[in-house]
C-alpha cells in the first residue's frame, strides 16, 4: 500500500466473503488485542470495536505481492524459492546457510530484512517442510531452528491444525479428544482414515519425510534461463558435467544478446522422484566466459543427489548485470597482471565470500585498527603503512597483561613474565607513542599507549606496550601488555 | 676426466634422477635466495618454483611461527604476481608482511573453516598458474596431501609454501612425518648483533635446511628479511657454521 497504508496502531480489518456473509480474513495486533479474530463475522467486529477501520481483502493483489516476495527471496537466498498462499515463503535452504554465517543468522536476517520493509514475519528451518511450515506458524518467535532429527519430538506439543489440514478434519479431531500431534500418533492410522481419508495420514509422513513434497520453484520471466529435458534419466557426474557445459554454452549467448554477464547461476536439477536439487554460484564480478562458468558449477556437482535420475536441467541466471567488453591481451605478452577472478569466485563458491579478501590499510595509529578488509579484486590503490617503526608479524587477538619489572620510567621493561615464561630483555627499542583515538570514542580521550620492542636473551622479539593515562605514562605507571609478536 | 666433463656428468646424472622422481627435467627454474652460499646448497640454485616448500618454525612457541610466516612472506615477496595465503586463523599482521615486502595489494587471503577446506584451496590455488606462489598455514599435512600439493605446484607451476605453524606446546614436530616436499626449512630467532647506540638491529635468525631432495641438509646464520624479502648472510658469523663451508659440489668435484 505504501505511503497509503493506514498508521501500524490502527484497529484495521480487512474484509471478505463467505457466501452471503462479509467476514475477517485478516486483523491488525491493535484490532486483535480488542477481540476481534479471523473468521469473524464483520457486523460482529463492528459491535466490539466501534472505530474499526475496514478494507476489503484483496485476494488476487496479495498473491502477486506474495510472488514478488518469493523472487526478492530468490535474488538473496536460495535458488529454490516457492510461494505458499495464503501468507508463506517456502526457501530450500540446503547448502546455502553456510554463505549467511549458519541457519540462525540466516533467519534472524531475514526476518529484520523483512521488518525493515515493514513486514512482521516469522521464520523457522527443519529438516521436512511440513516441520518447518509446523514450527514456523506456532513455535517461531520470531526465529525457531529445529535441530536435524528432532523434527517429531518438536512438533508433537503442537496442535494438530498445525498439520495444514482443512479445519473440519481439526474440529472432528478435537472433537475425538486428539489435540496435539504427538495425541494423532499414538493411535492407530486406519480408523483415522476411515473417518477423515488419507489427507491426515499424508500430511503426517510429509512431516516425517516419509512422502516427499515437492516445491514448484518461482521463476522470473525476465530472467535469462535455459533447460534441458532428457529422455532417459542420467545420474553420472560425468553426464551432468557435460550437460552443464552445453547449458551454459546456450545461456552465455542468451546473455550475450541482451549484452550481460552473469553474477550468479542457478543450476536445477528435477530428479524422476519429482525432489529438485540445485546448485548455486556466484562470481565477483560479471561474467560470459563459457569455459569459467562450466568450472564453477561442475566444480559443485559433488553436492547434488541425483537420487534415482535426472530429467530435467535448468540454468538460470539469477543475477545480470552489463557486462561490457574489455581488450583480452596487450601487444606485449608477459606483461599483463595474472587473472585470478576465476579462481576467486572458484574458492568464494566454496568457503563463502566473506572468507576470501585482501587486507587493505586504513588510516589509524592504533594498530589494531589500521587494518581493515576488502573485496579481493577491489583496484589496488598503492598504498601502505607508514614504516617507520617495525611491525610484528603476529599480532595477538587482544592484548595479554604481562608482569613487568621496570626500572626507569619511559625506559623499557628490564624482564617480563607471559604466559607463565619470564624473560629478560636484552635490547629493545621504543618508545612508539600512540594515542587514543579521541575524535572517534570518547573513552579514549586520555588513552595513550607506549610501543616497544624487546629482546629476550633467545633473540626472540616481542612487542609490548604499557597503558594508561598520559599523566600516569609520563610517570612511568601504567599496566603492560603483549601485543604481538616479531619472530 | 677434466672438471667440465665431470660437471656434465652430475648433471646428466641429476636429470636421470628427476626424470626417475616422475619430474620433467625443464621445470629448473628456481627463485634464488640472492646469497650464493645457501644458493649452492639447493640443487636447483635455489628454490625451485613450481614446488611444494615447508617451513617450520624452530622453538615451542609463537616466536617461531612469527619467524617463519616472516620467512615464508620474503620468499612470496620476491615470486612475481599475487599471492594467495590461506589460513585458518587470522592472527597475521599484514603491515608485517608489507615490512617483509609482500606490498597489500598482492596478496589476497583465504579464511577456510578447517585444514581440509583449507587443503583444497591450497591445491586449488596451486592448479591456477596464474599466481606467484601459494601460502598455505597447516598444522597436519599428511605423506598423501604433500604428495597432492607438489604435484598440483608442478601442474600449475607455482611456488607453495606451507608453513607448519605449533599453535600450542604440546604439539608434535611438524617434520616427524614425511612428506613429498622438495625442501623443510626451520626458521629460529638468534640474539641480534649489539649495536653502538641503544636500539635494535637487524633480526637474525638459524636459517636451517633440514631436508633438501637431492641435497644435503644445512645450516646457515642470516640477517632477517629486509624490505625487499631478501635475507644476507649473517657477517663475520658466515665461517661459524661448518655446513656453509664444506659442499659446493660442482666446484670441487
Not at chain 1, 269 to 292: H, N, Y
Not at chain 1, 322 to 338: F, K
Request: net charge neutral; glycine share 10%; charged share 25%.
Amino acid at each position: 500500500m505504501g505511503a497509503s497504508a493506514p498508521p501500524p496502531e490502527t484497529r484495521l480489518v480487512l474484509v471478505g466473503r463467505d457466501g452471503a456473509r462479509r467476514i475477517v480474513t485478516a486483523v491488525s495486533r491493535p484490532a486483535e488485542q480488542a477481540g476481534v479474530h479471523i473468521g469473524m463475522p464483520l457486523a460482529k467486529a463492528h459491535a466490539l470495536v466501534p472505530d474499526l477501520v475496514t478494507m476489503n481483502a484483496a485476494p488476487a493483489a496479495d498473491a502477486a505481492a506474495l510472488t514478488r516476495l518469493a523472487l526478492w527471496a530468490l535474488g538473496h537466498y536460495a535458488p529454490i524459492v516457492a510461494a505458499d498462499p495464503p501468507d508463506g515463503l517456502v526457501i530450500d535452504t540446503t547448502g546455502t546457510d553456510r554463505l549467511h554465517g549458519g541457519e540462525e543468522r540466516l533467519l534472524t536476517g531475514l526476518v529484520n530484512r523483512l521488518a525493515a520493509s515493514g513486514i512482521t514475519a516469522r521464520a523457522a528451518i527443519a529438516g521436512t517442510l511440513g516441520a518447518a511450515h509446523a514450527a514456523a506458524r506456532f513455535l517461531a518467535d520470531p526465529v525457531r531452528v529445529v535441530p536435524p532429527g528432532g523434527e517429531a519430538e518438536t512438533v508433537a506439543g503442537l496442535p494438530v491444525a498445525a498439520l495444514r489440514i482443512d479445519p473440519a478434519t481439526a474440529a472432528g479431531l478435537r472433537l475425538l479428544g486428539l489435540d496435539s500431534i504427538g495425541a494423532l500418533r499414538a493411535v492407530p492410522r486406519a480408523p483415522l482414515v476411515l473417518r477423515f481419508g488419507t489427507g491426515l495420514g499424508l500430511r503426517l509422513d510429509q512431516l516425517d519425510g516419509i512422502v516427499a513434497e515437492p516445491v514448484e520453484p518461482v521463476r522470473d520471466p525476465e530472467l535469462v534461463t535455459v533447460r534441458r529435458a532428457f529422455g532417459e534419466p542420467i545420474g553420472a557426474a560425468e553426464t551432468i558435467a557435460r550437460y552443464a557445459g552445453l547449458l551454459v554454452h546456450d545461456l552465455c549467448r542468451g546473455l550475450e544478446r541482451h549484452g550481460l554477464g552473469a553474477r550468479r547461476l542457478d543450476l536445477l536439477f528435477s530428479r524422476v522422484d519429482s525432489g529438485l536439487q540445485a546448485i548455486r554460484v556466484g562470481t565477483a564480478l560479471p561474467v560470459r566466459d563459457e569455459k569459467r562458468l562450466t568450472r564453477l558449477l561442475c566444480d559443485r556437482i559433488e553436492t547434488v543427489d541425483p537420487g534415482f535420475g535426472i530429467e530435467a536441467m535448468d540454468l538460470t541466471a539469477t543475477l545480470a548485470e552489463p557486462l561490457c567488453g574489455r581488450q583480452m591481451a596487450g601487444l606485449i605478452p608477459g606483461e599483463e597482471e595474472a587473472d585470478i577472478a576465476g579462481l576467486v569466485d572458484l574458492i568464494a563458491n566454496r568457503i563463502g565470500a566473506r572468507r576470501l579478501y585482501r587486507l587493505a590499510p586504513v588510516e589509524s595509529d592504533v594498530p589494531e585498527r589500521s587494518v581493515h578488509r576488502v573485496s579481493p579484486l577491489a583496484p589496488d590503490d598503492g598504498a601502505g603503512w607508514p614504516s617507520r617503526w617495525p611491525r610484528p608479524a603476529r599480532l595477538l587477538a587482544r592484548p595479554e597483561a604481562i608482569e613487568v619489572m621496570a626500572l626507569l620510567p619511559d625506559h623499557p621493561p628490564a624482564a617480563f613474565t607471559w604466559r607463565g615464561v619470564r624473560r629478560m630483555v636484552k635490547r629493545a627499542d621504543g618508545p612508539e607513542r600512540v594515542f587514543g583515538e579521541w575524535w572517534k570514542r570518547d573513552a579514549e580521550r586520555a588513552a595513550v599507549r607506549d610501543y616497544f620492542a624487546v629482546e629476550d636473551e633467545a633473540g626472540k622479539r616481542f612487542w609490548v606496550f604499557r597503558s594508561g593515562a598520559e599523566e600516569a605514562a609520563a610517570n612511568g605507571k601504567g599496566r603492560w601488555f603483549l601485543h604481538g609478536i616479531f619472530a | 676426466m677434466s672438471a667440465s666433463a665431470a660437471r656434465a656428468a652430475v648433471a646428466d646424472l641429476r636429470d636421470r634422477i628427476r626424470r626417475l622422481d616422475g619430474r620433467a627435467p625443464r621445470d629448473r627454474a628456481a627463485l634464488s635466495f640472492g646469497v650464493p652460499e645457501i644458493d649452492a646448497r639447493l640443487p636447483d640454485g635455489g628454490l625451485a618454483l613450481a614446488s611444494l616448500h615447508e617451513v617450520s618454525g624452530g622453538g615451542d612457541d609463537m616466536t617461531g611461527a612469527a619467524a617463519a610466516t616472516l620467512f615464508a612472506a620474503a620468499v612470496a615477496a620476491r615470486t612475481r604476481g599475487p599471492v594467495l595465503w590461506c589460513l585458518t586463523r587470522a592472527d597475521l599482521f599484514a603491515p608485517a608482511l608489507a615490512q617483509a615486502g609482500l606490498a597489500p595489494g598482492r596478496v589476497v587471503y583465504v579464511e577456510a573453516d578447517d585444514e581440509k577446506s583449507l587443503l583444497a584451496c591450497f591445491e586449488e590455488g596451486l592448479r591456477h598458474g596464474g599466481l606467484g606462489a601459494v601460502v598455505a598455514e597447516v598444522a597436519r599435512l599428511s605423506m598423501t596431501a604433500s604428495r597432492r600439493l607438489q604435484l598440483a605446484a608442478e601442474a600449475g607451476g607455482t611456488l607453495a609454501l606451507a608453513l607448519r605453524l605449533r599453535r600450542h606446546r604440546g604439539q608434535a614436530d611438524a617434520y616427524a612425518e614425511p612428506s613429498a616436499a622438495v625442501t623443510r626449512w626451520r626458521v629460529t630467532a638468534l640474539p641480534s648483533a649489539p649495536l653502538p647506540v641503544p636500539g635494535l638491529g637487524r633480526a637474525r635468525w638459524r636459517l636451517e635446511l633440514v631436508r633438501c631432495r637431492a641435497g644435503e641438509a644445512a645450516e646457515f646464520e642470516v640477517e632477517a628479511a629486509d624490505a625487499e624479502g631478501r635475507i644476507a648472510l649473517s657477517s663475520g658469523l658466515a665461517d661459524r657454521s661448518p655446513a656453509a663451508r664444506d659442499g659446493r659440489l660442482g666446484a670441487t668435484a
